[in-house]
């Protein structure tokens, strides 16, 4: 028996994106499920689109959203999200499933049964991020751009799969575990401690709360979805930023910097020296709490759809 779903959504003035959403899930496989929205902090329509959204695409989900206002201090992406996937843990036994998205955020019509299919009650699943299509103003080269961080990450995961396998994340996998497509159960969600109420980075630090408490994280490659390319986020240093980035980039043709594969590599050695060690937990903190690696190499070419063997 398939567990109930819960689908939680942070929206801040995304009255322009909510309904592209909210469309989205009305198309969805599965129609037997929750939605769970905090609008927070926004000074335009939001709940007004949300909730107009969910009547006109005669949606099939129950939709739970509720306004908020927090303090200057809180009132960012981890409160939001916070309060959304609390929403949504309060309307599901302790196995149900919580998925969270993002309001700008546009998934596929299996996304949620692609989630299901990949459901235990220890897993979390991380879903890949593609730009949306949807969205014609891009620049050609911000595609190509991608598709070489793409390949570029995916030499790195093969550096991992190589001298440290997860039994349970093998490939082929993406990468990609951030809120715009993350799901866990509400009992892992609950021993993890919620949502941290970070500005940022809250989505990867509820990932590693949840390892810590004894999640697993997968990243099946069936699993994911679309996200806006706007290049004006509701969180500094999000991918808002890395658009803007990508943007500067392609206009002025300069190739970005990336960490060396043989940094990769020395850092794959360590994790998996640290983790026997010290263990799991133990080594997630200490490699946060390491420096970022040196970006010495520029971003590899693409060279017959591989990644060139640039080092």
Not at 98 to 124: K, Q, V, Y
Not at 253 to 280: H, K, N, Q, Y
């Amino acid at each position: 028996m398939k567990p109930p779903v819960c689908v939680c959504i942070p929206a801040r003035d995304e009255a322009e994106h909510i309904g592209r959403l909210i469309e989205a899930l009305a198309q969805q496989t599965v129609q037997t499920f929750a939605v769970a929205i905090c609008v927070n902090n926004s000074s335009d329509a939001t709940h007004a689109k949300a909730v107009e959204a969910t009547l006109r695409y005669n949606a099939g989900f129950t939709l739970h959203i509720v306004q908020r206002v927090f303090e200057p201090e809180l009132a960012h992406a981890g409160s939001a999200r916070h309060a959304a996937m609390d929403m949504g843990a309060g309307l599901l036994t302790p196995d149900g499933l919580l998925l969270s998205t993002d309001a700008d955020c546009r998934p596929p019509a299996d996304w949620i049964e692609a989630n299901l299919t990949h459901f235990s009650p220890e897993r979390i699943i991380g879903g890949r991020i593609e730009l949306d299509e949807l969205e014609t103003d891009m620049a050609p080269a911000i595609f190509m751009l991608r598709r070489r961080f793409d390949a570029y990450w995916q030499a790195v995961r093969a550096i991992e799969d190589m001298i440290d396998p997860v039994a349970w994340d093998m490939p082929p996998r993406h990468g990609d575990h951030t809120g715009a497509s993350l799901a866990l159960s509400v009992g892992l969600y609950r021993r993890a401690g919620g949502v941290p109420l970070l500005p940022i980075g809250e989505d990867r630090a509820l990932v590693e709360a949840a390892i810590k408490a004894g999640g697993q994280l997968i990243h099946p490659n069936a699993v994911w979805t679309r996200a806006s390319s706007r290049t004006a986020g509701r969180a500094n240093g999000g991918m808002a930023a890395d658009m803007q980035r990508w943007i500067d980039c392609a206009a002025s043709d300069d190739v970005p910097m990336v960490p060396a594969f043989s940094l990769w590599e020395e850092r794959v050695r360590w994790r998996l020296r640290t983790r026997v060690e010290i263990g799991v937990a133990a080594c997630l903190e200490a490699e946060r709490a390491l420096p970022p690696m040196p970006c010495d190499i520029p971003l590899p070419p693409m060279a017959g759809g591989e990644m060139a063997a640039v080092q």
